[in-house]
């Protein structure tokens, strides 16, 4: 019989041996070389709000990978060729030293297990699809696609790695750089953080995820509202930080799990009716937490709830299966199955334009995942 603290000593070290498998094992010597990656955005459905430890999630997740809001990235890589290692960061063809900080700072984090970084001068460039301050997110998209590239030079050094490790690893190395970002890896829906009803899923990386999941939601649709596309009053990574020590922190953790649960059976079905319940309910209560932080903020404009309420409206009068979601922002994502497409951009452009700074909306929906270019 082994008892419960020999079983715990067992997951501790077997998730130890997770993270040591992606410390390198081999020489270092890598000879110049160049890659592209094109990674997208991601929508939650059930939000990773809270961490724990090394930037782990304090509740799993599971998001749609979008298609249209990508990131691409060229890395060109030389051995260094002074003492220090020269990194120069261009955004859109210009050098851009404060956009470069993330990066950098990115680089630090994960030295231990992409040690090669020291040794290389390296000129990133990097492009958003979507306009710059729209409100939508760089970092899953971008982490992602360094990351992918950081997995490109490994390769180069160990080309006989498996398809497997290399996705989770840079699924890995991209949590280390923002935690969404580890979802932005595979394409469909991606699940991050351990729960009892995965077995597969991980804190350190996301995962396909893993259970039978209806054709209706390979295709659903993404049309984002961009009601605010200013600079966040308070950034995600603060917000996380206030949910220790929050009053409804552990129920809150509880719900997510539960709501994943809930989710397999609806996945499996296409209970667009279910689906609605959780993802609203999720997207609400994700800004309740931060309405009941301390200190409390408020994300959402006027605007974001007039848009919802005319949803409710038009999803009561229609039948047509659309719900809304929020991200750490004030914009709005629409999500509904492909074949109401027209129907919905219809309501859109009479009704809800009007709710959009500069009437301005962006199309999306689920997509197959990164692509090296
Ligand atoms: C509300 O991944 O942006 O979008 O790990 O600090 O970089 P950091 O935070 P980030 O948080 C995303 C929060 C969210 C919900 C979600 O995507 O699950």
Redesign the pocket.
């Known amino acids: 019989m082994i008892s419960s603290i020999q079983l715990k000593s067992c997951i501790f070290a077997l998730k130890l041996n997770i993270v040591e498998q992606f410390i390198p094992d081999f020489s270092i010597d890598l000879k110049a070389g160049d890659s592209t990656w094109k990674s997208p955005s991601n929508i939650?459905l059930v939000?990773?709000?809270g961490k724990k430890g090394d930037?782990l999630p304090a509740n799993p997740?599971v998001?749609f990978t979008l298609s249209e809001a990508t990131t691409q990235t060229n890395v060109k890589w030389t051995p260094k060729s002074g003492a220090d290692a020269k990194k120069t960061f261009l955004f859109e063809g210009e050098e851009n030293p404060k956009f470069g900080e993330k990066t950098f700072r990115f680089f630090e984090k994960i030295k231990p297990y992409a040690p090669w970084l020291d040794e290389l001068d390296l000129i990133i460039d990097t492009n958003n699809t979507f306009p710059h301050s729209s409100g939508i997110?760089s970092?899953?998209s971008g982490m992602s696609a360094m990351a992918f590239n950081v997995m490109s030079m490994e390769k180069q050094m160990n080309p006989n790695l498996t398809e497997d490790y290399f996705y989770q690893k840079a699924s890995f190395l991209a949590r280390i750089g923002?935690?969404?970002?580890c979802r932005s890896v595979y394409g469909g829906l991606v699940e991050w953080g351990e729960t009892p009803s995965i077995q597969s899923a991980s804190d350190v990386f996301g995962i396909p995820y893993p259970n039978p999941v209806d054709p209706v939601f390979q295709d659903y649709q993404d049309t984002i509202l961009l009601v605010d596309v200013g600079q966040k009053k308070v950034s995600?990574?603060v917000g996380?930080g206030l949910l220790k020590g929050h009053p409804f922190g552990e129920s809150r953790y509880q719900v997510a799990h539960q709501n994943l649960e809930n989710l397999a059976s609806i996945f499996q079905s296409g209970d667009l009716d279910g689906f609605i319940k959780i993802v609203e309910s999720e997207a609400l209560m994700?800004h309740a937490l931060m309405m009941s932080s301390q200190p409390y903020f408020i994300l959402m404009k006027p605007n974001t709830l007039a848009i919802i309420e005319k949803i409710w409206t038009y999803r009561e009068e229609t039948k047509i299966p659309v719900c809304f979601t929020l991200?750490?922002g004030a914009n709005v994502h629409m999500l509904y199955p492909a074949a109401f497409k027209q129907n919905v951009l219809e309501f859109v452009n009479a009704e809800l334009v009007g709710y959009c700074q500069k009437k301005k909306y962006l199309c999306d929906s689920v997509g197959s995942g990164p692509q090296q270019q």
């Open positions: 939650a939000k990773y709000w930037q997740s998001s997110a970092s899953a923002s935690g969404s970002a995600s990574t996380h994700l991200d750490a």
